[in-house]
C-alpha cells in the first residue's frame, strides 16, 4: 500500500493527495498528470480532490508551499550551522539548496518549475519570502564588514546565487553525477560564487 493511501485510510485525504502529486510530479513533471490521476495515485474517486482543491493547480501549488516550509527549515539549520563564521554559513546555506533540489526534486519541481504563483495563496508567499530570506541574511551577514556605500543590495546578492544555485540544479545535478560537467555541483556552486564574491569585492581571500 502506498504512503498516500496510508494517510488517506488515516482519515487524511488533502495530505493523501499531496503525497500522490509529489509522485506523479517526480516522474512526469508538474504537466504530465491530471487531477484525476492523483486521485486515483491517492486510492480515491476521481471527484474526491475537489473536496479540498479547486483543481490541479491549487493542489501543486500546496505541494509547492510544504515545499517551501521543508526548504526553509534546511537553509535556516545550514544557516546556524554555519555561523559564527559569515562566508561558512553562506557557503552552508548554498550547499543546502543544492542539497533540498536532490533529496525532495518533487517539492523543487512544484516551487521552481511548475509555474505557480507565489501571489495566488498568502500562507504559500509567507513560506516562500520566509525560505529565501534566509539567503538574503546570509548575504547580509557576509557583506556586514563593508562600509556601507560599498555593500551591493544584499536581496540583488542573495538573488544571484539562487540563480546560480538553480542553473547548477538543472545543468549539473540532475541525471548521473558528472555527465555534463567533470566536477562535482557542490564544487561548481563553491567555485562560482567564490569568483562572483571576490568581483564584488565581498572576499578577498
Same mark, same amino acid.
Request: net charge positive; hydrophobic share 40%; charged share 20%.
Given at each position: ?7 488517506y ?10 503525497? !500522490? ?7 512526469? =513533471?508538474?504537466q =504530465?498528470?491530471?487531477?484525476a ?6 486510492? /480515491?474517486s476521481?471527484?474526491? +480532490?475537489y473536496?479540498h482543491?479547486? $483543481? ?11 515545499g517551501?516550509l521543508?526548504? =526553509? ?6 544557516y546556524?550551522? @554555519?555561523?559564527?563564521? +559569515? ?6 546555506? $548554498?550547499? !543546502? ?7 525532495? +526534486?518533487g ?7 511548475? @509555474?505557480?504563483?507565489?501571489? $495566488?495563496?498568502?500562507?504559500? !508567499? ?12 546570509a ?9 556601507a556605500?560599498?555593500? +551591493?543590495?544584499? /536581496? ?10 538553480? $542553473? ?12 555534463r ?12 560564487? =567564490?569568483i562572483?564574491?571576490?568581483?564584488? @569585492?565581498?572576499?578577498?581571500?
Open positions: 500500500m502506498s504512503e498516500a493511501r496510508k494517510s485510510h488515516h482519515g487524511n485525504l488533502r495530505q493523501a493527495l499531496v503525497e !500522490a502529486t509529489l509522485k506523479l510530479i517526480t516522474e512526469r =513533471g508538474p =504530465g498528470f491530471t487531477l490521476e492523483a486521485a486515483r495515485q491517492a486510492g /480515491v476521481a471527484a474526491a +480532490p473536496r482543491f479547486k $483543481g490541479r493547480d491549487e493542489l501543486i501549488a500546496e505541494v509547492a508551499r510544504q517551501y521543508l526548504f =526553509g527549515d534546511l537553509l535556516e539549520h545550514a546556524n550551522e @554555519g555561523k559564527p563564521t +559569515p562566508l561558512a554559513a553562506f557557503s552552508k546555506v $548554498g550547499r !543546502a539548496y543544492l542539497a533540498f533540489a536532490k533529496r525532495h +526534486p517539492h523543487y519541481i512544484a516551487m521552481f518549475e511548475s @509555474g505557480v504563483s507565489l501571489t $495566488g495563496s498568502t500562507e504559500l !508567499a509567507h513560506a516562500s519570502a520566509r525560505a529565501m530570506g534566509v539567503m538574503t541574511r548575504a547580509e551577514s557576509l557583506m556586514a564588514h563593508l562600509p556605500s560599498q555593500r +551591493p543590495p544584499a /536581496v540583488m546578492v542573495s538573488h544571484h546565487i539562487w540563480a546560480m544555485s538553480h $542553473g547548477v540544479v538543472e545543468l549539473f545535478a540532475r541525471g548521473t553525477p558528472g555527465g560537467a567533470p566536477f562535482s555541483p557542490e564544487d561548481l556552486l563553491e567555485s562560482g560564487t =567564490g562572483y564574491l571576490r568581483g564584488l @569585492g565581498i572576499i578577498t581571500d
